[in-house]
């Protein structure tokens, strides 16, 4: 479809009410919650951006796969069409199926990983860095500087920094089980990956015989992105591209959540046969048979068709497409942000938004706070809480400290997203009146999903 006659590239045939609430309600809401977003009811969100994991509409094609479901502990033909589907995606020997991203990352973890190893990556996600660090290993964000400069704008400030990377290698050599490429990068601001970087780190993967795999969850996304941005692939369709970003690598770990269109489902995929001589010992022990790996066979089914959904060009433009309008309307009220846009989500620039909050009273978590009692939106802290912590009785601090907003695919509408952006900058104008939090309990792992907070 032209660009300008291109709207949603579907109608909508079911709906869910959501909850109107008032003001008064939500600020009772989040103090019950102790001021985590994660510790309140969700039928109290109107506009809940928490993730964008496992909140997808799926499409009736989706539907009617799932009343097609062949419930079979093996061999059910809905494992045949997921491994099909996601060989001809990926290219790779092995299709496991798991029930999400991060039981794909424990098993791989926990088969090639030992103490002691160091996992280079271009930015692990809390769930890559927390299965590194629970197998003993060290895990490494090795992304170009200018991923940090929130105001850089570059086509692919997802890339590894290269030279970084080949000096990791130098130093630690054969304790490097793996190289992780995670596209789109979630935790740095859902920024692409180039498929000349994918290149590069794939050649000097090879040249040192160590494994590279791609954390995929977004890899369809990203797979527009090279569309849209870098030479040589304007003609190409988001499946070519995709097939031949993971020709370059030996493997990946998948949240079918993301670009798989479904409410859960995963997958890990690679060609090494050795491995999956481990690898399929703990499926069965962890999540079930090879042929449903901790899902309902209607569910691979799903992801399935999800898969292929995903891929296609008029809905890739139109999910980019309103993060950008999102992005573009918080633009025009000031609101600081992680530039260019990602693909998920906006990333609110927390320390720009919030100058005098310091980082040791979480200024992120304090505006997302704040914007649910403003309207009803959820968004998610990515900052001290999620990446900081106490090292030796000691803070430590992430560089950026971020609010995001991630979109469900094919939940809201633009209207939804105008309220976002209307919230989000009558707080902008009265940004000096806002305050800090101070953190009362926290989990020694993952403490952001549990913590405590009251406000300053
Ligand atoms: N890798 C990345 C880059 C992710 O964004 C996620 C999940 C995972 C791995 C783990 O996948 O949830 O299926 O186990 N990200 C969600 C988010 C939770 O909100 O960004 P999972």
């Known amino acids: 479809m032209e660009d300008e006659y291109l709207a949603e590239p579907f109608r909508i045939k079911m709906v869910e009410n959501l909850k109107i609430t008032d003001r008064k309600y939500r600020e009772e809401a989040i103090k019950k919650g102790h001021y985590n977003l994660f510790c309140i009811d969700a039928e109290d969100v109107y506009i809940d951006l928490l993730t964008d994991s496992g909140t997808s509409a799926m499409s009736d094609s989706q539907w009617a796969g799932i009343m097609m479901g062949n419930q079979a502990y093996a061999g059910s033909r809905n494992y045949k069409h997921f491994e099909d589907v996601l060989r001809g995606i990926f290219g790779y020997r092995h299709i496991l199926p798991t029930h999400q991203g991060r039981a794909s990352e424990n098993l791989l973890f926990s088969s090639i990983v030992k103490k002691g190893n160091v996992v280079p990556a271009n930015s692990h996600f809390d769930t890559t860095r927390a299965n590194v660090e629970s ?159 901790g899902l309902a066979c209607r569910d691979l089914e799903a992801v399935a068709i999800g898969v292929m959904e995903a891929l296609q060009e008029d809905y890739l433009k139109n999910r980019i497409g309103q993060t950008q309008y999102l992005g573009d309307k918080l633009k025009e009220g000031g609101v600081p942000m992680v530039l260019p846009f990602g693909g998920h989500a906006i990333y609110v620039d927390a320390k720009k938004f919030l100058p005098n909050i310091p980082q040791s009273q979480f200024p992120a978590q304090a505006l997302g706070c704040e914007l649910y009692c403003e309207a009803g939106v959820r968004g998610v802290e990515i900052g001290t809480a999620t990446f900081g912590k106490t090292e030796n009785g000691k803070a430590v601090y992430p560089k950026l400290e971020l609010l995001r907003l991630a979109i469900p695919r094919r939940a809201y509408t633009n209207r939804h997203m105008d309220v976002v952006a209307r919230a989000l900058i009558n707080i902008y104008k009265r940004r000096d009146k806002l305050k800090g939090l101070k953190m009362t309990y926290e989990a020694k792992s993952l403490r952001h999903f549990t913590a405590k907070y009251e406000k300053l």
């Open 135 to 293: 197998n003993g290993g060290i895990a490494l964000n090795l992304v170009i500087e200018e991923a940090y400069d929130t105001e850089k704008i570059l086509p692919f400030k997802g890339n590894m920094d290269l030279e970084k990377l080949k000096e990791c290698i130098k130093k630690e050599g054969k304790n490097i089980p793996l190289i992780l490429m995670t596209v789109t990068n979630n935790a740095g601001g859902g920024q692409p990956v180039s498929m000349e970087n994918l290149k590069a780190v794939s050649k000097i993967a090879r040249e040192n015989k160590i494994p590279f795999f791609i954390d995929a969850c977004r890899y369809a996304e990203n797979s527009y992105f090279i569309k849209m941005r870098e030479k040589g692939y304007e003609n190409k369709t988001p499946l070519e591209i995709a097939r031949e970003m993971f020709a370059l690598a030996d493997g990946c770990t998948f949240s079918a959540k993301k670009d798989g269109l479904v409410n859960i489902g995963g997958a890990l995929a690679f060609n090494d046969d050795a491995l999956l001589e481990i690898v399929r010992e703990k499926l069965i022990l962890i999540e079930g048979f090879t042929s449903y790996g």
